[in-house]
């Protein structure tokens, strides 16, 4: 079973919609919960870094975290065209760094 | 503030030349980290560095790959001799500490022909 699990994709949604990306994880040592958005051809770049069970908000981004199902969410509302990027989960704890396979994300104008 | 600088950006090679890939963390950032990362896949860890020392790099494959992180700041990874299947992006990252949020460079994109 790999440390963290999360669907690739490819997922396709119209401009204006709400979408949820996901991962599972298997390890109950890993503490901080991080998604990096990624465009073509760039670097991972941080865009929610959540610490404890619950929900952050970041404008249209919200971050959810549920340590008892060991499950994590991102949630986008209002998609945009330039949301179109590979949305990477990543956790850590016990020295431990973790990255989901991706998740590839089109916005549809 | 700079974020992480790597160079170059592209590279082709011929397969059995040796290749080498520089970075630049972010300044005052302790742990740096070397990724692979195939297309359509997440970023595999390579090494590890806090400070100067190779703390993790166990996935590095030491046969003919090699890093090394001079008075803690910059780093170099090599490959020596290239194969085929190391063409892959390689990425840079640096956090403050261990398990700390990591900010990554724009990878170098190596093709090996």
């Known amino acids: 079973q790999k440390e963290v699990e999360q669907d690739p994709g490819p997922l396709s949604v119209p401009e204006g919609a709400i979408v949820s990306l996901n991962c599972t994880y298997s390890n109950s040592a890993f503490q901080y919960f991080m998604w990096y958005r990624q465009y073509s051809r760039k670097g991972p770049e941080l865009l929610m870094y959540t610490y404890s069970s619950g929900n952050k908000e970041d404008g249209r981004f919200t971050a959810q975290v549920d340590k008892s199902s060991k499950y994590i969410s991102l949630f986008i509302r209002d998609s945009q065209p330039s949301d179109s990027a590979t949305y990477l989960c990543a956790m850590t704890g016990g020295n431990q760094f973790y990255f989901g396979t991706g998740t590839s994300l089109t916005v549809i104008p | 503030e700079a974020g992480v600088v790597q160079s170059p950006r592209y590279k082709i090679i011929e397969k059995k030349q040796p290749v080498a890939f520089w970075c630049n963390p972010i300044?005052?950032?302790?742990?740096l980290y070397w990724y692979l990362q195939n297309l359509g896949q997440g970023p595999e860890l390579l090494i590890r560095y806090e400070n100067e020392e190779a703390v993790d790099d166990s996935q590095l494959p030491k046969d003919r790959f090699s890093a090394e992180r001079l008075k803690g700041v910059d780093s170099t990874l090599k490959i020596q001799p290239a194969e085929l299947g190391d063409s892959a992006v390689y990425l840079c990252a640096s956090s403050l500490g261990t398990a700390e949020t990591q900010y990554f460079g724009p990878g170098t994109r190596l093709l090996v022909l």
């Open positions: 300044s005052g950032h302790n742990t």
